[in-house]
């Protein structure tokens, strides 16, 4: 079964650190674009950041500049560390990848199961 496993979130105070963990899993080709997304209570899901295999990156203006996405593609993981957090940054994310299982033709979208990120003030 192919499947995002998310980890890492929790409850941290404004100005405080948290890195989040995805590791794709089952029988694949190393993921093409990966990604964090998150959605907010009351909110669209919104795109965080993304990764492509070769490594260029793509951040949300709101994050630019204290979180950084970063993969790993020997252990098919991605993950996002980010710094200074904020209240707004409060939300459920959301990890996402392109990815084709051994036995296709074609490539699908997947995403993780999300984790709690709580930024308090």
């Known amino acids: 079964q192919v499947q995002l496993v998310e980890s890492g979130g929790g409850l941290v105070q404004a100005g405080g650190s948290l890195t989040l963990s995805c590791v794709a899993s089952?029988?694949?080709?190393?993921?093409?674009?990966m990604g964090w997304y998150r959605q907010a209570p009351g909110k669209q899901r919104e795109l965080v950041a993304t990764?492509?295999?070769?490594?260029?990156?793509n951040y949300a203006d709101s994050v630019k500049g204290r979180f950084t996405i970063s993969r790993d593609n020997a252990k098919n993981t991605v993950s996002l560390q980010m710094n200074s957090l904020k209240p707004e940054d409060t939300a459920v994310y959301y990890c996402?990848?392109?990815?084709?299982?051994?036995?296709?033709?074609?490539?699908?979208?997947?995403w993780g199961q999300g984790t709690q990120v709580t930024v308090s003030s």
């Open positions: 990764i492509t295999s070769g490594g260029s990156t």
């Open positions: 996402n990848a392109d990815m084709r299982r051994t036995s296709s033709y074609y490539t699908r979208n997947y």
């Open positions: 089952g029988s694949i080709f190393s993921p093409n674009a």
